[in-house]
Nanobody
Framework: QVQLVESGGGLVQAGASLRLSCAPS????????MGWFRQGPGKEREFVAA????????YYSDSVKGRFTISRDNVKNTMYLQMNSLKPEDTAVYYC????????????????WGQGTQVTVSS
């Protein structure tokens, strides 16, 4: 069982930056593909970014490409989502997720989820 704990959300103005963190409790994420998803008000959960278990392969949604960066620190066993140039349409609850090894861009493919952290971007 993998438990994920997110942190780092908040309220910012458009154009600002935030960094989200996700740490798996009690287990290394070295064998897991890790991803970030988000769910805005009245919207379905959507893919944001992910990397495969090796940490080499990354994939981003078109809506965040060039603004967001997914990364991980193997020593701290923590995954990050650096979000720059935030827009009001980025407002959502952000979730980290994990699945065995292979990167996927669909929420249904992930077995483990964090509780979510709210990101609100004001115009």
């Amino acid at each position: 069982q993998v438990q994920l704990v997110e942190s780092g959300g908040g309220l910012v103005q458009a154009g600002a930056s935030l960094r989200l963190s996700c740490a798996p409790s009690g287990r290394s994420f070295s064998d897991y593909a890790m991803g970030w998803f988000r769910q805005g008000p009245g919207k379905e959960r959507e893919f944001v970014a992910a990397f495969g278990w090796s940490g080499v392969t990354t994939y981003y949604s078109d809506s965040v490409k060039g603004r967001f960066t997914i990364s991980r620190d193997n020593v701290k066993n923590t995954m990050y989502l650096q979000m720059n140039s935030l827009k009001p349409e980025d407002t959502a609850v952000y979730y980290c997720a994990a699945r065995w090894r292979i990167l996927r861009a669909t929420a249904s493919a992930y077995n483990y989820w964090g509780q979510g952290t709210q990101v609100t971007v004001s115009s």
